[in-house]
C-alpha cells in the first residue's frame, strides 16, 4: 500500500491537526508520512490579513504543494480556507468539531479590569467588531503569530487580553486561563480541521470520506454557504455557527459594520434537510435586510 503524504503549515497547531489526521488514518489501516510546508503566511507578520489583500494567505503554499503533486492531501484549520477552493480541489473530510468558541486571555496584571475598560490585541475584523458591539470605546492593538507568539506579546504588554479560538488554545495544551466571551459568536467554522485532496484521485477520496464526521460536516455546510452568499470574496466581520440539538440544527450568524456599531443577527433552528441550501437563503435574508449596503460599505472600507 503507498503512503499517504500529509501536508501541513509547519506552526506547533497545524503540525498538531496533521497528526490527529494521521492517526486516525492510521487507524484505518493506511500509512502516512507527515510533510511540512512553509507558507507565505508565516513569513508575513508586519501586516494585518486583510491589508495583504489577499484570500487564503494560509492555504495557498499548500495548495500549490497538493496541486503539484508534492503531497496527497493538505491539512487546514477549516476557518482559513476560502469558501472558492482552487479548481481541482475539493475537501474530502473534516474532523469532529471539539470548541467552537472564542475566548478571552488576561495579561497577568490585567486580571481586575473590567471587560469595558481592557484593551484588546487582535487583528481580526470579527474579533474587533463584535466586541465593540458590547464595549463601545474600546482601544485595540494589532497582534500576528502563532498562540504561543501571541500569548509572549500580550506579556511583553501589547494589550491587556487578547482572543482565541478555544480550540486552538486547548489542542496546545497550554495551562493558561481563559474566560468564556458569549457575546462574541465565532467564525464560520472555527473549530473544524478539514483535509483537501485533488479532485480526481477517486480512491484516496473513498479513504476521507471513512474519517469525515457527518454532523460536523453538515453544520459547516450551512456555515460556509452563508459566509460564501454573504460575503462576496471580501473579508468581513461574519460569524455564523451551527449545532445539532437533539435531529434539529441551531443556527446563529451575524454581520456587523467594522465599527461593530449595526449588526444584523440571525437565530433560527431548522430540520435538515440535504434538499434546502439553508445558509445561502439565511445569507439572502440578511442580504435583504440591510446587509448587502453593509457589505458594500465594508468593502470600500477596506479597500480590497
Ligand atoms: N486565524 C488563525 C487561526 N486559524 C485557526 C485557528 C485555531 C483553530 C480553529 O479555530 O479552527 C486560529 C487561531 C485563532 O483564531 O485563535
Redesign the pocket.
Known amino acids: 500500500m503507498t503512503t499517504i503524504k500529509i501536508g501541513t503549515r509547519n506552526s506547533p497547531?497545524a503540525l498538531w491537526q496533521a497528526n490527529e489526521v494521521a492517526a486516525k488514518l492510521q487507524a484505518i489501516g493506511h500509512k502516512t508520512e507527515i510533510v511540512p510546508i512553509v507558507s507565505s503566511g508565516d513569513k508575513n507578520l508586519t501586516q494585518p490579513l486583510y491589508a495583504m489583500g489577499i484570500t487564503g494567505v494560509?492555504t495557498k503554499d499548500l495548495d500549490i504543494a497538493l496541486l503539484n503533486k508534492d503531497i496527497d492531501i493538505a491539512v487546514h484549520?477549516?476557518?482559513?480556507v476560502p469558501t472558492q477552493l482552487p479548481t481541482g480541489t475539493q475537501i474530502s473530510a473534516v474532523l469532529e468539531r471539539d470548541y467552537p468558541q472564542d475566548v478571552l486571555v488576561r495579561k497577568t496584571d490585567a486580571k481586575d479590569k473590567d471587560l469595558k475598560d481592557l484593551k484588546i490585541a487582535t487583528s481580526s475584523l470579527r474579533r474587533r467588531a463584535f466586541w465593540s458591539h458590547t464595549f463601545h470605546n474600546t482601544e485595540f492593538a494589532d497582534i500576528r503569530g502563532n498562540?504561543q507568539t501571541r500569548l509572549k506579546k500580550l506579556e511583553d504588554g501589547v494589550a491587556d487580553a487578547t482572543l482565541?479560538?478555544l480550540?486552538?488554545l486547548k489542542r496546545m495544551e497550554l495551562d493558561i486561563d481563559f474566560e468564556e466571551v458569549d457575546f462574541l459568536l465565532q467564525a464560520p467554522s472555527?473549530?473544524?480541521v478539514c483535509i483537501a485532496n485533488r479532485a480526481e484521485d477517486i480512491d484516496l477520496t473513498e479513504v476521507l470520506k471513512q474519517i469525515n464526521h457527518d454532523a460536523t460536516q453538515k453544520c459547516i455546510h450551512i456555515e460556509r454557504e452563508f459566509l460564501r452568499t454573504l460575503e462576496g470574496g471580501c473579508t468581513a466581520p461574519i460569524g455564523a455557527h451551527a449545532e445539532f440539538i437533539g435531529d434539529k440544527i441551531r443556527f446563529q450568524g451575524r454581520l456587523c459594520s467594522l465599527d461593530g456599531k449595526d449588526c444584523i443577527n440571525v437565530d433560527e433552528t431548522i430540520d435538515w434537510n440535504p434538499e434546502q441550501n439553508f445558509g445561502a437563503e439565511i445569507a439572502q435574508q440578511v442580504l435583504e435586510r440591510g446587509g448587502k449596503d453593509m457589505m458594500l460599505l465594508i468593502k470600500s472600507q477596506i479597500k480590497l
Open positions: 497547531l494560509f484549520s477549516l476557518k482559513d498562540v482565541f479560538s480550540a486552538g472555527q473549530g473544524v
